[in-house]
């Protein structure tokens, strides 16, 4: 609409300018038919035609010049005042809009003369003068005007009609589409089949079809890794009850066997009661474990090259296999941190390089697996190493390291090792990285940082919070 008003001003101006010229032309044409006019320059029609004349044009007088002689045409007995001369072969456009918005707002009563040269030419030599009111200009120019409206409503109408039938398919069904599939995703987050399936345009549209049905199912499995989590964790409970049973029973078996003196029971029987001791420790931390919670390490000084011992005592390496353990931490080297909590660090992470080297069936293979630890220096930070010469990891364990169910090492493992120690490990303020350096094997290194001597006499730092429950 707004840009036919900006077109109605000089249309209107462009009618009012030919209605004026067909007036002309009509009194012209009048007065060429006549052959023979009159010397003394009197009305050379007769009174009938004079009116005829003057009701065709709705005129009050008609003349005609040609050839420099002026002739009277037609005219009224009474003829009103002249308000406005109008010249239609010397007005230009703007004089002529502005004459069209004249006409339209105060074109009234007014009577108006207008003159011109016949043919639209300016060196014509018959020029027509038509006299007459200007109301019957003014009408038909608000008829035009209002015709002009309709048309052009009805043009954006249409125009309206097509831009919102374009808007409801590209737009607003796309959205109502997107809409409804979050809310029916929202009542079954973990069905995969109500994930939205993307149309594949290449807008906007397209694109957050795409990132929704992207979040969608990495919402639709991260519900279903938890809703497995808690399904374990319930029977991890229920076992882990009747396992505490089972140990503390066994753990009064053990104690009745340090009254036997067969040397071979008492020299086992030490590494007995501490991996009794460590179970028992495991199972009450399970309940705290599954609210997401890790005990705050309890810090003290202690030698790492034993609890490596301890660690390597326990690992599963078979009867006359070929697997070397090599402890390469010096037998002065002392660090803060609690030993229980980081015995099962560096268990879990030898565990999993025995493993590694079990399933690596190639007998002129090297099978090492070695820690060894120093201090950085600047900072005092700790950095322990633990390296295999195994295969190394593949690249989907690579890709979700540390995370439970998802980082595993091998087929068929949960990867909860690797969980389980890097939150230890960043509950004593540190981090776990797989080195990228090693050009064969897997090496982990934990780098953990200096602690005050204050540590060393029983007190525990400040420990960072735990890190949530999906990691183990």
């Given amino acids: ?45 007769g009174p009938h035609q004079q009116e005829v004349l003057l009701a065709t044009l ?26 406005r001369q109008i010249d239609v072969g010397k007005a230009g456009w703007m004089q002529l809009a502005g004459g069209a918005l004249d006409t339209l707002l105060f074109g009234g009563e007014r009577t108006i003369r207008v003159l011109g040269p016949v043919g639209g030419r300016e060196d014509a030599d018959v020029v027509s003068e038509v006299v007459m009111p200007e109301r019957k200009l003014r009408n038909a120019m608000l008829a035009y005007a209002r015709n002009i409206f309709l048309l052009s409503l009805a043009v954006a109408v249409f125009a309206a009609l097509l831009v919102y039938a374009a808007i409801n398919l590209l737009l607003v069904r796309p959205i109502q589409a997107m809409t409804r599939s979050m809310i029916r995703f929202g009542s079954a987050p973990t069905d995969m089949a109500r994930i939205i399936k993307p149309g594949g345009r290449p807008d906007e549209i397209g694109a957050a079809e795409l990132e929704l049905a992207g979040m969608q199912s990495t919402l639709a499995a991260t519900l279903r ?40 029971v008492q020299r086992a029987l030490p590494m007995l009661l501490r991996s009794l001791d460590r179970a028992l420790i495991y199972t009450e931390s399970v309940m705290s474990y599954g609210k997401a919670v890790e005990n705050a390490p309890v810090r003290r000084r ?40 980081f015995f099962r660090v560096l268990n879990n992470l030898v565990r999993n390089a025995v493993q590694a080297l079990e399933d690596d069936g190639e007998d002129l293979i090297v099978r090492r697996v070695a820690i060894s ?95 949530p429950n999906g990691s183990g």
């Fill in 373 to 467: 630890a120093a201090r950085q220096t600047g900072d005092g930070a700790v950095l322990i190493r633990v390296e295999d010469t195994g295969p190394g990891l593949p690249p989907r364990a690579r890709e979700n390291l540390f995370r439970a169910f998802r980082g595993s090492t091998r087929s068929g493992g949960t990867g909860l090792g690797l969980a389980i120690a890097a939150e230890i490990v960043e509950g004593h303020g540190g981090d776990i990285r797989l080195s990228e350096a090693a050009r064969a094997g897997t090496v982990f290194e934990i780098r953990l940082p200096s602690v005050p001597e204050a540590s060393a006499n029983g007190s525990s730092p400040a420990s960072p919070p735990a890190a």
């Fill in 1 to 45: 609409m707004l840009a036919e008003v900006l077109i109605f001003v000089p249309s209107v101006a462009r009618f009012r300018a030919e209605w004026l010229r067909q007036k002309l032309e009509t009194a012209a044409l009048a007065g060429l038919t006549i052959e023979q006019p009159r010397a003394d320059g009197e009305a050379v029609l």
């Fill in 302 to 341: 202690i030698r790492l090259r034993r609890l490596v011992d301890d660690v390597f005592e326990l690992a599963p390496v078979p009867a006359g296999s070929d697997i070397e353990l090599r402890n390469d931490v010096a037998e002065a080297f002392e660090i803060d941190v609690d030993a229980d909590q």
């Fill in 225 to 264: 890794e938890q809703r497995h989590l808690a399904d374990l964790g319930l029977a991890v409970s229920k076992i882990n009850h009747d396992l505490r049973n089972i140990l503390a029973s066994a753990q009064m078996v053990s104690d009745r066997l340090s009254d036997v003196q067969e040397p071979r």
């Fill in 58 to 83: 709705q005129a009050d007088l008609v003349a005609m010049t040609s050839g420099g002689v002026t002739r009277l045409l037609a005219r009224k007995e009474t003829i009103p005042t002249l308000d």
